[in-house]
């Protein structure tokens, strides 16, 4: 890679962390507005809990469609088509005069925002060179977090100061970064083939089912996502251009790295979840304190997204899963002790579990991405980018029905004494459990060594077994 192209690809690094900033603060800003929505249609709690279930499961059916087409076609391409979709979306949702055209709306804003995790997971691999993947998935991470944390900020002012029509207005600025993608985005595709698209319908229906039974509590939707997703996986053994190649399955360093970045994006999910829920419950917090409670936290990790990929680089993914796992059991830990204590406590502990989620974000990223082929590296990390959000509607989902229950259970931390408490507390250590694990599974799978000495399978085209 010569120094025009180096500076390109640095370019349009930074064009990435603008979108992907405005990306996850549209999915998570409708969050504060769901009061104000549910009022002015007068819907109950689960009619209005739509406008966020919509987005999600589009989103994540997305995510893997976008994933498969950047293997064959212009990641420019598919960019442009997405922002216009999503530019639609916005528009839609701006002038709704029913409840439909809203969740109509955030349909269309998923349908095409859903191009941002392939895009999020794509660049770094395909312009950046495998010693400094490390640096270009950090900084990635960083728009992520910066995303996240600014978020309920930027949506509690605009709710106070005006309609949440305007929270659709304001995720348009995100077109702005569209000529830049036009301009710094070569040109280059996949080899062009046929697209397996009842393939992917049977898994876009089959994710979307397993969403809404996750949402909806519905037996009969389990079972006709069980059916679904056995239908696809005949039909990917039986088609001659699958949409997911079966190989991608039997690839076991691969499914294993999935299945570690699976539960620790889960715990992301939970603890992002359950922090605005005992802060309200026991600490008594107003939202927006709560949102000023998780700044800071949130901050830090966007700021030190840059220094983990540096970390990746320079001394292994294996390092910085293993310092990342260190700093979400020590924060899952001291919360599950200090549940209920000061904000400003629960605000300083919070910045620990946010940088090693943020680390642990990064090194899946990498790892995960250096047990793929140049051709599977689309699909691959699109079904990467889909498991995240599956994960943490699981996981939101089984939490949510932890705290349904007697909030007033035994602590299983001795240091608890409010038993207001217990019950948040005693799903903290069952967390910290779950890291200790991954972190044990991580380590037999992958090892220590420092990956960047070792071939990259993303790069030569060979699958590789055994990579930190």
């Known amino acids: ?61 997305g995510s893997v469609i976008f994933g498969k087409l950047a293997d064959r076609y212009s990641l420019k391409d598919l960019l442009t088509i997405g922002l216009i979709i999503f530019a639609f979306g916005s528009v839609v949702g701006m002038f709704a005069v029913d409840y439909w055209m809203v969740v109509a709306g955030r349909i269309l804003q998923a349908a095409g925002a859903s191009v941002m995790p392939a895009t999020a997971m794509i660049i770094p691999v395909r312009y950046f060179a495998p010693e400094k993947r490390g640096r270009a998935l950090g900084t990635t991470a960083m728009g992520l977090a910066l995303g996240s944390a600014l978020g309920p900020i930027v949506a509690g002012m605009i709710s106070n100061f005006g309609s949440w029509r305007i929270l659709f207005l304001f995720s348009m600025i995100s077109l702005a970064t569209l000529p830049f993608f036009r301009k710094y985005l070569n040109d280059s595709g996949g080899q062009k083939s046929s697209f397996d698209l009842i393939g992917g319908i049977l898994l876009g229906g089959a994710i979307a089912m397993l969403l809404l039974t996750i949402t909806q509590g519905s037996l009969l939707l389990l079972a006709g996502a069980l059916i679904l997703f056995v239908l696809f996986f005949i039909r990917i053994k039986s088609s001659k251009n699958p949409f997911i190649e079966p190989a991608l399955f039997a690839n076991r360093s691969y499914s294993i790295g999935l299945a570690i970045a699976f539960f620790a994006t889960s715990m992301n999910f939970g603890l992002s979840f359950m922090t605005p829920q005992f802060l309200s419950a026991v600490n008594g917090l107003t939202p927006g304190s709560i949102g000023f409670v998780l700044f800071p936290a949130a901050l830090c990790a966007a700021m030190l997204g840059r220094r983990g990929g540096r970390i990746a680089d320079e001394r292994g993914n294996g390092f910085l899963v293993m310092l990342a796992g260190s700093s979400m059991l020590l924060c899952f830990l001291l919360l599950s002790s200090f549940v209920g204590a000061s904000p400003y406590v629960i605000a300083i502990i919070l910045i620990s579990g946010n940088i090693g989620l943020t680390f642990m974000q990064i090194a899946m990223s990498n790892t995960i991405s250096r047990t793929l082929s140049k051709t599977q590296i689309g699909v691959g990390m699109g079904l990467f980018s889909m498991m995240n959000f599956i994960s943490g509607a699981i996981s939101m989902s089984v939490i949510g029905k932890f705290l349904d229950q007697n909030s007033t259970v035994t602590p299983l931390n ?42 990259t399978a993303a790069v030569s085209g060979v699958k590789e077994k055994g990579q930190s």
């Not at 800003?29 to 809990?49: D, H, R």
């Not at 991954?438 to 220590?448: D, E, I, K, S, T």
């Open 1 to 61: 890679m010569n120094g025009h192209e180096i500076k390109h690809a640095d370019r349009l690094l930074k064009v990435l962390v603008f979108a992907l900033i405005f990306s996850v603060m549209n999915g998570t800003m409708f969050n504060v507005a769901l009061p104000m929505i549910g009022k002015e249609f007068e819907l109950l709690p689960s009619q209005v809990s739509w406008v966020m279930t919509s987005y999600m499961v589009l989103y994540a059916i």
């Open 414 to 455: 001795p240091i608890v004494s409010n038993s207001a408490a217990s019950i948040y507390s005693n799903i903290l250590l069952v967390m910290s459990l779950v890291v200790a694990l991954l972190l044990l599974v991580y380590n037999l799978q992958f090892g220590m060594k420092r990956i960047a000495k070792q071939p």
